[in-house]
């Protein structure tokens, strides 16, 4: 059976997900495109088959598909919130939070200021990710825990100051939320461990899955609670409200996707 097509299918259940919450939460303050619902899926759909072809991800073994799904994920997730961040021109007033690099809830409008700190974050993430994947598995069982409970919420730490750099000069500090990310990650990381040995195959896996479950409590959760950049701003699209609905099952499908390739990795299927 030929891999390459069962990484593209993952790679477009990984970001059918994730244009369906971006979506539930945003539609009724921005209105609906198939061009913005499409951008995750069609970014998803090229990121998996590269990471199963550059790192040998084998999708036809739960195990693999595991971690391809979630590698896949987290990936797509930092490349579009580097672009949103970073890189895209965009009017910031129609947001309560800015989406662009701000510094205490001002947007920085200088491009060489944006990019400059834009390539310092991008060089600090692979330094991070490349110091992860050169790290060696200890011989003690101790120590082994320890390494993996560092590496395994490494991705989460990242997210939680980018979001408290981001939300809190607007919403205050929150140290559960800040917390959560990391938290989170670990407890998928020590699941995922038991699939893949190198480190950043763990971690940025975990991220990816803890984006996915923290996206889907706030979105599902609360579905009438505005996300924290539209707080306070106007539904200017009411109608979304109803038909959002509507893709609330491919949504619930690929959890189940996702679930029962966890429970046929468990099993060693």
Excluded at 18 to 32: C, L, N, R, V
Excluded at 53 to 70: I, N, R
Excluded at 105 to 130: H, P, Q
Aim: hydrophobic share 50%; with cysteine.
């Amino acid at each position: 059976m030929s891999t390459l097509p069962l990484a593209l299918g993952l790679g477009l259940a990984a970001g059918a997900h994730t244009a369906t919450w971006g979506m539930y939460k945003d539609a009724p303050h921005e209105g609906f495109t198939w061009r913005r619902y499409a951008r995750s899926i069609l970014l998803s759909g090229a990121i998996a088959p590269a990471l199963h072809l550059a790192l040998g991800l084998d999708p036809t073994h739960a195990a693999g598909a595991v971690v391809l799904f979630g590698l896949t994920y987290a990936c797509e997730r930092g490349l579009v919130e580097f672009y949103k961040t970073f890189l895209r021109e965009q009017d910031q007033s129609k947001y309560t939070i800015p989406m662009q690099f701000a510094v205490f809830g001002r947007v920085v409008e200088s491009r060489r200021a944006r990019y400059t700190v834009g390539a310092a974050v991008a060089a600090l993430a692979l330094a991070l990710a490349a110091a992860v994947w050169r790290l060696p598995q200890p011989e003690s069982p101790p120590a082994r825990w320890l390494v993996l409970a560092a590496a395994g919420s490494a991705g989460g730490w990242f997210s939680a100051f980018g979001g408290a750099w981001k939300d809190a000069p607007i919403e205050g500090f929150d140290w559960f939320k800040f917390f959560r990310s990391p938290g989170i990650a670990l407890g998928w990381a020590l699941v995922i461990s038991r699939f893949a040995g190198n480190y950043l195959l763990i971690a940025l896996p975990a991220l990816g899955y803890t984006i996915m479950t923290i996206e889907t409590y706030k979105t599902f959760f609360f579905p009438n609670e505005p996300r924290g950049k539209f707080a306070g701003k106007p539904v200017l699209f009411p109608g979304m409200l109803g038909w959002r609905k509507r893709f609330v099952p491919l949504y619930a499908a690929v959890w189940a996707l996702v679930v029962g390739l966890f429970v046929a990795a468990l099993m060693g299927e």
